[in-house]
């Protein structure tokens, strides 16, 4: 319906960030994770990475942010603080700032506590990033273990206790894309995995680019604590959110420079090859599972937990 | 709290919306309005005319804009799809598009019905117009009869009956912008007064500008069924909201003109000179009553009617 009524070429692009004149990048999200907190972040920082790494999927520095709170009457002053700090935290390690704000303060019970929207302007360092851009041969890379924002609001809301600890994977981006780009490497389509997860990624990607692409199960890095989660709840880590985690493609020649570029950083040592582009099947995904079957992984439907982010 | 830990040279400027390189102008608000519908409008034609006017006040034509929707669970998507037309409407009144987007599905009872954030980006017209600009002698016009919106939220939400109706004000501005600066005329401080009303545009540019307002009672244009309810009730006008009528700031040379152009809109058939900027005394709103005395009118402090917009 939003896209119908609001049509024009930029919107119908569907890239993380729009793309307007002279190499400015326009991106938006509203943010209502419950709970506020939880292992590896809160609202505020998520806030902060939410928008910016949306700006570094399109190859641009994220630079001006704008911030919408939404507050219910009688929230804790403190909790706000807090949220805020960690917003400026976020903020200098984008080299962002934020130039416009609006608050609105709203009767008990017409929010649940604390509602975030930022918005934000980046100028693109690397152009013609696009999830158009993949062709067959390119490779599909992973820049962390996948699932942990998922599993980590999970195990928050419900309160299960675990012997070891899940962490958000709740972290800004544009520093690693950076690196990437300084250090040579030409990313063809890049992506974080958020609501829909890696799944949502591919299937986006294999829709737009008109390609197949084909991942190795043995080779996508998922945690052991998120592992026993998931089989504990019966969820798929491929469709999980991620939100410090992207997909990358890359031509063959820019892969393994690319995977050891990310590794070095401490986010990214799990980094890995998930798999490729293939002329296999047009638009799809396939999954080559442990077991040597060829197994669809389809777009991910509805989403599994609400107010994930 | 907001301004401390954000602080940068453009957020301390305080203006409507951010000014950034290149002639670009960058602002945000968030919808929390109830109803959803009201005599004159709905949260949809509401959170367009908001964000484009916070750039027309900024001489900016409205570009581009992104928009957020925070949606209950359950809601009618009839009503959403009526919200989202009245947009679409008040877009191309605008010129402008959107370009990015979020929809977060939250839970009942999470959100009340609907909260829409809108972003825009505008590319100035004329510039100079700022809060700061505003010196002795200069004219200060209204564009409108003041206090129709929050007057009429106020009518919706408690549910009383009148005999002629009270419509809101809400519309967008940049085409009456346009017309003044196309007209020749150079404003010198441009705002909606929106929350806080007429009063806090005053007071803000008083303090801004470093100067003194004197406003005229009996200029001040008010509709007979606002002026009425604001007697039952005990409001003060000056302080209600509006969402399509803005403060003008003028040298005297430009004064009649403007308004003049102003009155060629059917929504600014009102429009009236109410007072000028003098030395009286820094930073004050100095009222002349309709009895000759000299009251003076403050900065409105806190909100007298929560989810106004």
Not at 22 to 36: E, Q
Not at 92 to 102: L, P
Not at 265 to 275: K, M, Q, S
Not at 281 to 299: E, F, R
Request: hydrophobic share 40%; proline share 4%; aromatic share 6%.
């Amino acid at each position: 319906m939003f896209f119908k009524s609001f049509a024009n070429d930029i919107l119908a692009k569907s890239e993380d960030g729009a793309v307007l004149e002279d190499g400015i990048v326009f991106s938006t999200d509203s943010f209502t994770v419950s709970p506020l907190f939880f292992a590896g972040g809160d609202i505020g920082k998520l806030s902060i990475c939410g928008t910016c790494n949306d700006l570094a999927m399109m190859g641009a520095k994220p630079k001006y942010l704008s911030v919408g709170f939404i507050i219910e009457e009688g929230l804790d002053v403190a909790i706000l603080e807090t949220i805020t700090e960690s917003m400026k935290k976020e903020l200098e390690i984008n080299g962002a700032v934020i130039v416009s704000g609006d608050t609105k303060v709203v009767p008990k019970g017409s929010v649940d506590k604390l509602f975030i929207n930022t918005s934000g302007i980046g100028k693109i360092e690397c152009e013609g990033i696009s999830c158009q851009n993949i062709d067959e041969g390119d490779i599909i890379l992973v820049s962390c273990d996948i699932a942990r924002h998922g599993a980590c609001i999970f195990v928050a809301r419900e309160g299960i206790e675990l012997s070891s600890d899940i962490k958000s994977d709740c972290a800004s981006l544009y520093p690693l894309i950076k690196a990437l780009i300084d250090g040579g490497i030409k990313p063809k389509a890049l992506r974080d995995a958020t609501r829909g997860g890696v799944a949502a990624v591919l299937n986006e990607w294999a829709n737009s680019s008109d390609i197949c692409i084909e991942v190795e199960e043995n080779a996508i890095p998922i945690s052991d604590e998120v592992k026993g989660i998931c089989e504990i709840l019966g969820f798929d880590p491929m469709i999980l959110a991620n939100e410090g985690t992207f997909v990358l493609a890359v031509s063959p020649n820019d892969a393994q420079k690319a995977l050891e570029l990310l590794r070095k950083f401490e986010i990214c040592t799990n980094a890995a090859i998930i798999g490729k582009a293939t002329n296999a099947m047009k638009k799809k995904v396939i999954l080559n599972s442990n077991y040597g079957t060829k197994k669809p992984l389809d777009m991910p439907s509805g989403e599994i937990l609400p107010r994930i982010c």
